[in-house]
């Protein structure tokens, strides 16, 4: 599908937008790298391929069950589904090429500062939430620079967290003036996508329509962050 788009369209996609491999030349090599990444797990500290199992469909349902080879369980009254991972719209479309309403959005890869520290946002989440402290990036401060392995900018569950949990971190890292820096991110995040609808709008395709609807949950879930709760 996306080999449909005009070639300048695809570069655009491919760098500008960071939308994935999709998006490249598809070659022998890029189509094996993609068949196996929709389809591994982490198992035991490693990733692994699923056999059989990968052939249930995302959606509401079930989870991999991981406490003994990899399996699901549960009652379904129709199709068997499961909830792929818990990351975000965009991360959806990265991995699997298609488009899933999330409720939660995480930062681009960005780079900026703060309290004229340079500062980097990171894209290391992990998928794996256990309880509330999951939500949580690491924070590293290395000559002078800071770098979060990822960050949380909205959540429709928990609203008032990822500001929380922003300012939390900066505060025990021992700096001032977070408050409009998350703004910040949040605003570069908001207007990438904005951005991007406009590079994309009028395509009546149907990756076009796949792509307006990934970056429209993408935003529908970082709206869902308001007030501050202490954490």
Not at 1 to 20: Q, W
Not at 76 to 95: H, K, M, N, R
Not at 149 to 178: E, Q, T, V, W
Not at 199 to 221: E, K
Request: contains cysteine; aromatic residues 12%.
């Amino acid at each position: 599908m996306a080999g449909a788009l005009p070639a300048e369209l695809r570069h655009e996609l491919l760098t500008k937008y960071r939308c994935g491999l999709w998006f490249a030349e598809p070659t022998d090599q890029l189509i094996v790298t993609k068949f196996l990444q929709a389809r591994g797990i982490r198992y035991r500290e490693q990733t692994v391929v699923m056999p059989l199992i990968e052939m249930a469909n995302h959606g509401g349902g079930a989870s991999y069950d991981t406490d003994d080879g990899v399996g699901l369980r549960g009652y379904f009254p129709g199709e068997i589904l499961v909830e792929y991972s818990l990351v975000d719209s965009y991360d959806y479309f990265l991995t699997y090429g298609f488009a899933a309403q999330r409720p939660v959005a995480f930062s681009l890869m960005v780079t900026g500062t703060i309290d004229s520290v340079p500062l980097k946002i990171d894209d290391q989440f992990a998928g794996d939430v256990s309880s509330e402290l999951s939500w949580i990036p690491k924070i590293e401060k290395d000559a002078g620079n800071a770098t979060l392995s990822f960050l949380m900018l909205g959540n429709r569950h928990y609203p008032r967290l990822p500001k929380g949990i922003f300012y939390r971190l900066m505060r025990d890292a021992g700096y001032a003036g977070f408050a409009e820096s998350f703004d910040l991110i949040h605003h570069v995040n908001q207007l990438h996508f904005v951005n991007f609808l406009m590079a994309v709008d009028g395509i009546d395709l149907p990756i076009g329509r796949t792509l307006r609807a990934m970056a429209h949950y993408q935003l529908r879930a970082m709206s869902f962050c308001y007030g501050v709760r202490e954490i």
